[in-house]
């Protein structure tokens, strides 16, 4: 099955951020759409290698990203309440309009779960 893709008007890209004493690293970059009377902002973000391949980017560039949903189940402990996160992880981008030349970066993991398995039950990156 392909992985989806969302396109979208770069809005913000943030600075790296390290997490954990492994040093999970993750980028988060905002995609802005228009859709008639109202604006979407789509966070995703980018782990690891993914990081890196991000500064090649400006905000205001047109870019189509692939990417996959992620979600994480987190407690305290046994007698809190339960917390579920979803995420938008970016596996590639594709520039289409913008700062440089068209370009195509991919920054696939190849395990699914190594982002949050790298970050530890201690050390949620979100």
Request: hydrophobic share 35%; aromatic share 8%; proline share 4%.
């Amino acid at each position: 099955m392909k992985d989806p893709t969302v396109r979208g008007v770069v809005h913000l890209i943030e600075e790296t951020k390290t997490f954990g004493q492994k040093g999970f690293r993750k980028r988060l970059v905002v995609l802005e759409q228009s859709k008639g009377t109202f604006t979407n902002f789509l966070p995703i973000e980018f782990v690891k290698d993914g990081c890196d391949a991000l500064d090649d980017l400006a905000v205001g560039d047109d870019i189509e990203v692939t990417y996959r949903l992620t979600g994480r189940r987190w407690q305290r402990d046994a007698a809190s309440e339960a917390k579920y996160f979803l995420s938008a992880e970016g596996l590639s981008f594709k520039r289409l309009s913008g700062s440089g030349r068209p370009s195509d970066h991919s920054t696939t993991t190849d395990d699914p779960n190594d982002a949050l398995a790298e970050a530890g039950d201690d050390d949620v990156p979100f």
